[in-house]
């Protein structure tokens, strides 16, 4: 299923109205060379748990607490790759609900040249998925020492995305088919909190698969209003579960969904700029477009057929049944043009 509204968190992010938080007492961050000596290389366990574990129960002041120790990381692994640069990343960390330039952050200088401030959008501190936040601070800090430091302008983001995502993954790392494979294996054993965890480290799998910025947030126990044929949904970027995912005993039935949506999300960021006809075929059908040739899925499922015919559908289906076949299992409905019979 895929909501109109979907869209990627970014521009939920971006989009997301601007509140004034009390971000407490301005961090001090030491000097990078100084810093890179306790730091560098390293995640430090505090920062790993904050992230991982904490993040959603964290409050304001925490948030811009583990976000400070994100940044004073990223500085001391920068710095730490020995440019001859002095130049120190962001000093102080100010949550803000200034958007100067029309841009999401900015940094001042200090009279020695070297970035001393760095003013985000404090909606950005507001989002649960600590995962975004990571990816988000990561490539913003890059982008700010390789101009400030290494005078790179760095043409596009790619390299900034990239070492985000490297950072990102030491905290949440992807897991190995393997594990996901055990998961399955033991799913009668797990209870509503364990099935979670497993889904959400499933969904990291696929992220990486399609090669997503970051994996998006999946909220579990969603009401279900009704208007989905599924046991799931893509909305404004994120995977709404039901509640019968987690009761649901066949485990490749729920990796299957959870693929099916993140595929939805894959084809979302495809088609901001199809490169081919299937990507064309999607944006024409993508339910958000104006005219969109998508047939919704009727009430009582009569037009089934029809609908598992939408571009995306189908597309998502297969992508779904891929990695279903690749976790060795061979269940399932079948769907037509369906190639893994
Ligand atoms: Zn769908």
Redesign the pocket.
């Known amino acids: 299923?895929?909501t109109p509204q979907a869209q990627v968190n970014a521009n939920q992010i971006a989009n997301a109205s601007i509140k004034t938080v009390s971000a407490g007492t301005p961090l001090n961050f030491p000097p990078a060379k100084n810093a890179a000596q306790e730091l560098r290389k390293q995640i430090d366990s505090t920062l790993k748990e904050n992230f991982e574990n904490r993040w959603t129960n964290l409050s304001t002041n925490g948030r811009y607490q583990a976000v400070g120790q994100l940044l004073m990381h990223v500085q001391s692994d920068l710095g730490g790759k020995d440019t001859g640069c002095d130049v120190p990343l962001p000093r102080q960390f100010t949550p803000s609900e200034i958007q100067k330039n029309g841009n999401d952050y900015y940094y001042e200088f200090d009279d020695a040249r070297g970035v001393k401030v760095l003013h985000i959008n404090s909606a950005w501190l507001e989002t649960t998925h600590a995962q975004e936040v990571i990816q988000k601070m990561a490539s913003i800090a890059h982008k700010i020492y390789n101009r400030e430091c290494n005078g790179i302008m760095q043409p596009d983001n790619t390299a900034a995305v990239n070492y985000a995502k490297d950072i990102r993954e030491k905290i949440f790392p992807v897991p190995s088919i393997d594990s996901i494979k055990k998961n399955c294996a033991n799913w009668a054993n797990l209870n509503a909190p364990a099935r979670e965890k497993a889904i959400l480290e499933f969904s990291r799998y696929i992220a990486s698969d399609l090669g997503l910025n970051y994996p998006p947030n999946v909220r579990f126990n969603v009401s279900n209003d009704g208007s989905q044929g599924?046991n799931a949904?893509?909305r404004d970027g994120v995977v709404e579960c039901f509640p019968e995912v987690l009761t649901e005993n066949n485990p490749y039935r729920v990796l299957e969904l959870i693929a099916?949506?993140m595929r939805?999300i894959y084809q979302e960021e495809r088609i901001k700029n199809p490169q081919n006809d299937t990507e064309r075929a999607w944006a024409a059908n993508t339910p958000s477009t104006p005219n969109s040739t998508y047939v919704r899925l009727n009430a009582d499922q009569s037009n089934l057929d029809a609908y598992e015919r939408n571009a995306?559908?189908m597309d998502?289906?297969i992508y779904a049944r891929k990695i279903r076949r690749l976790l060795g299992d061979t269940g399932g409905r079948d769907f037509p043009g369906n190639p893994y019979k």
């Open positions: 299923m895929v599924g949904c893509v099916h949506e939805h995306i559908e998502s289906n």
